[in-house]
């Protein structure tokens, strides 16, 4: 797995498998080739991508969780939007 991570508050924004690819842009990302999505709010100088992510947790979702290096923490400001 691979996580695209905020740089500047480490919220695991996607996880996406190994095999999709991940283009960082100066003004946005590219996700798949070709193209599946675009995320037009981060960008080569906002996020980086963490490949070799063996362990994320079972409840992920996107905000919910920072990584930095090989560890997850929960997010204490996040808030289940059900």
Known sequence: MK???ENSTN???????DDV???LNEDHIVVGD???FMVADLSSS???V???VTTAPDDWIGNK???VGT????NPDWIDPA
């Open 21 to 23: 690819a991940v283009t």
């Open 46 to 48: 906002t996020a980086s």
């Open 11 to 17: 919220l695991s924004k996607y996880l996406l498998n």
């Open 3 to 5: 996580t695209v991570v």
């Open 65 to 67: 969780y920072t990584y």
């Open 34 to 36: 070709p193209p599946q």
């Open 71 to 74: 560890t997850w923490t929960a």
């Open 50 to 52: 963490m490949e070799n």
